[in-house]
């Protein structure tokens, strides 16, 4: 079972900034794109930043702009840098490979609050 394990969440005001990690096995960074997703309380999980194999990245316009999401081989870590954060970012936080897995990582929590 593949495991994501997504680190990095926390409190933030308004307008803060925040980034969050996720440890992946090393292989699926060489094999796949992977992307960050989020779920608000009594709403879906929805999409907000990949990045293919080649790097090209893509964001959800709410994000666009404020998300910026890397990858580091070396360390099989992917990263969701966010910065001019609003309270309607929080949320919990996964990540996931393209197309995802079915077994999804626990999430980190990123409340955005004054």
């Known amino acids: 079972q593949v495991q994501f394990v997504e680190s990095g969440g926390g409190l933030v005001q308004p307008g803060g900034s925040l980034r969050v990690s996720c440890a992946v096995p090393e292989s699926f960074l060489r094999t796949y794109g992977m992307a960050w997703h989020r779920q608000a309380p009594g709403k879906q999980r929805e999409m907000v930043a990949s990045?293919?194999?080649?790097?090209?990245?893509k964001y959800a316009d709410s994000v666009q702009g404020r998300f910026t999401i890397s990858r580091d081989y070396a360390k099989a870590t992917v990263y969701l840098q966010m910065s001019s954060l609003k309270p309607e970012d929080t949320a919990v936080y996964y990540c996931n490979r393209m197309p995802p897995e079915a077994s999804w990582g626990q999430g980190t929590q990123v409340t955005v609050s004054s």
């Open positions: 990045i293919t194999g080649g790097g090209r990245t």
